[in-house]
């Protein structure tokens, strides 16, 4: 079992920046960042496998920057230039296994989740 502790949430407006952490009882090999607007699906924003490859959603890549502390066991997502549309609940997602790459950004293959913290974007 992997727990995982979300902070860095809150309000900032258009073209502010925030930073979230995820505290993890271990680092598994895969981490990931999600996020879930009011009514809609959960969705991929950044993962990270192994030490350094990543993968970023397209509505993000540019603005967010996703890197781990393995001694400090943290994860981090550096969000940068926010837009309204980045309104969400943002989650912490960690497996053990190497998922493929089809599978990074869907939700329904994580083993273990966060729970959450809001970021909300003014305009």
């Known amino acids: 079992q992997v727990q995982l502790v979300e902070s860095g949430g809150g309000s900032v407006q258009l073209g502010g920046s925030l930073r979230l952490s995820c505290a993890a009882s271990t680092m598994t090999y895969t981490l990931g960042w999600f996020r879930q607007a009011p009514g809609k699906e959960r969705d991929g924003v950044a993962t990270i496998h192994g030490d350094v490859a990543s993968n970023y959603a397209d509505s993000v890549k540019g603005r967010f920057t996703i890197s781990k502390d393995k001694a400090k066991q943290i994860l981090y997502l550096q969000m940068d230039t926010l837009k309204p549309e980045d309104t969400a609940v943002y989650y912490c997602?960690?497996?053990?296994?190497?998922?493929?790459?089809?599978?990074?950004?869907?939700?329904?293959?994580?083993?273990?989740w966060g729970q959450g913290t809001q970021v909300t974007v003014s305009s």
């Open positions: 997602a960690a497996d053990y296994r190497g998922l493929r790459e089809a599978e990074r950004m869907r939700w329904t293959a994580w083993q273990y």
